[in-house]
């Protein structure tokens, strides 16, 4: 692979998506204007511009996709509703590292194999001791009485508690996937997201290459639903155990943002039976 040739298509990935969303944004403008509308002229030369450069970068992208194997795929989206989830932001202080590392310890033990639970709590957490002990000892009583695909929401020391023992198909590495957030998400809706991120690169991995290909293969997951941040992603990425062949996963969100997946992601010991 070319040096720079990782960072140089991020860029143009990034670029792009821009260029796509400016291009859009001025064509639902003009179709509120008159056909014989100056302004209306002006915007569709805006438009043609903004496309051309887009179909320029596409071509830049497929130059080096040619050293670079590249799948695209759109994450599954949120879908519309009454009532849709806010963006939601992962908190990654001491306190929520310390918390939830102590939890995992104390429960994981007491996870019935083939099973995951997958909590939210809300931040901040003011009293992390506390907040510890009165979970822990929450969480055993509910794995305890064998409740299973039912969610339950409680309220600990002024912090929101969330959690769902569930298989849901998925292939985790991993008996508990908690969160700390600073919204409320639900741990069913995050329980539909790990399982999209691991459906898609895991069909992605098993698609069958050219004969003679042998250049890196990179995976890019275009998302624009309610995960605001790749700090929720990499957290739910380490939870699970994918077979993937990729060099590199990025992630595109809203605005053109790519981040890389993979990157500073610290998984938990094997979990064995």
Do not use: C
Request: charged share 30%; hydrophobic share 40%.
């Amino acid at each position: 692979m070319p040096i720079g040739a990782q960072d140089h298509l991020e860029g143009l990935y990034g670029r792009q998506r821009l260029l796509s969303q400016e291009a859009s944004r001025l064509e639902s403008e003009q179709e509120l204007l008159g056909k014989n509308s100056d302004r209306r002229y002006i915007l569709e030369l805006e438009i043609v511009a903004l496309r051309e450069e887009a179909s320029r970068i596409s071509a830049r992208i497929a130059d080096v996709g040619r050293r670079v194997g590249v799948d695209i795929v759109v994450l599954a989206r949120q879908r519309p509703g009454r009532n849709p989830f806010p963006k939601a932001r992962f908190r990654d202080d001491a306190a929520a590292r310390r918390v939830l590392r102590n939890l995992e310890t104390a429960v994981r033990e007491h996870v019935p194999d083939g099973k995951i639970l997958v909590l939210t709590l809300g931040a901040p957490i003011k009293e992390p001791k506390k907040v510890l002990a009165a979970l822990t000892e929450m969480l055993l009583r509910y794995l305890q009485s064998g409740a299973e695909d039912v969610e339950k929401k409680k309220t600990l020391l002024g912090n929101r508690v969330r959690f769902l023992l569930t298989s849901a198909g998925l292939r985790s590495n991993s008996k508990l996937a908690a969160f700390v957030f600073s919204g409320d998400p639900k741990p069913g809706v995050l329980v539909n997201a790990m399982w999209s991120l691991q459906d898609e690169i895991a069909a992605h991995a098993k698609k069958r290459l050219p004969r003679g290909f042998s250049a890196d293969r990179w995976l890019v997951l275009i998302s624009d639903q309610w995960i605001a941040d790749i700090k929720t992603y990499r957290r739910m990425y380490s939870r699970l155990s994918i077979p993937d062949r990729f060099a590199k996963i990025l992630t595109v969100f809203e605005g053109g943002r790519v981040e890389n997946l993979a990157e500073e992601v610290s998984r938990p010991a094997p979990v064995h039976a």
